[in-house]
């Protein structure tokens, strides 16, 4: 069975930074590009950004909103997916969601509440 | 970066009923090897997206048979043959052939 566990959100202040990570399970970890995504209270679907396998190269792809302040990685060798976020804005409060590229399975998602 | 459209954005809909969700991309989804990345999920209230179609058509593991996805380049279609009450929720699409990723806005399924 495919488990995806994100961690690490919480309440941060405007300016702050916070790292979220994502254990997965159940799947080939190091095969799979892997996405964050997010969802601001009430809102869609944002899209964060991606990281290749490290057989692709292991780059990173953000969206536009995101690609200065934000950063993923992965380590294969814990099955963990990362994403840390700088210069936290109110604006970025949302539920962050890791998932392989192309959305087959979803974890719960972890709750990021920026403000002061 | 290419924007997804979504319509309409609410869709109250009888109980057996069908309902049917366009999808409008700025730029063609096909993908030089090719494919369509053109995907549908589900967001049920209170639930993570769950994935009902990928690749335009192509319907996931245990999703029922009256959800079909069709179309192609920009323009694309979610149809719900039959409208059931576990169906209620949001339905986005997303296109996976252009970087970044995007979504569109979603469609929320309300029954009447």
């Known amino acids: 069975e495919v488990q995806l566990v994100e961690s690490g959100g919480g309440l941060v202040r405007p300016g702050g930074s916070l790292t979220l990570s994502c254990v997965a399970s159940g799947f080939t970890f190091n095969n799979a590009a892997m996405t964050w995504v997010r969802q601001a209270p009430g809102k869609g679907l944002e899209w964060v950004g991606r990281i290749k396998t490290r057989t692709d190269g292991g780059t990173t792809d953000y969206g536009a909103l995101m690609r200065v302040r934000f950063t993923i990685s992965r380590d294969d060798s814990k099955n963990t997916l990362y994403l840390q976020m700088n210069g936290l804005r109110v604006e970025d409060t949302a539920v962050y969601y890791c998932?392989?590229?192309?959305?087959?399975?979803w974890g719960l998602g972890t709750l990021v509440t920026v403000s002061s | 970066d290419v924007l997804m459209t979504q319509s309409p954005l609410s869709l109250p809909v009888t109980l057996g009923q069908p309902a049917s969700i366009s999808c409008r991309s700025s730029?063609?989804?096909?993908?030089?090897?090719?494919?369509?990345?053109l995907t549908w999920f589900q967001q049920r209230p209170g639930q993570s997206p769950r994935r009902l179609v990928y690749?335009?058509?192509n319907r996931d593991s245990g999703v029922p048979d009256r959800f079909s996805g069709s179309g192609s380049g920009t323009v694309f279609t979610l149809k719900i043959s039959r409208v059931e009450a576990e169906d209620v929720g949001v339905y986005y699409c997303?296109?996976?052939?252009?970087?970044?990723?995007?979504f569109g806005q979603g469609t929320k399924l309300e029954i009447k």
């Open positions: 690749n335009v058509s």
């Open positions: 998932s392989p590229w192309g959305g087959a399975y």
């Open positions: 730029q063609s989804l096909a993908h030089s090897d090719g494919n369509t990345y």
């Open positions: 997303m296109q996976g052939t252009h970087w970044p990723n995007a």
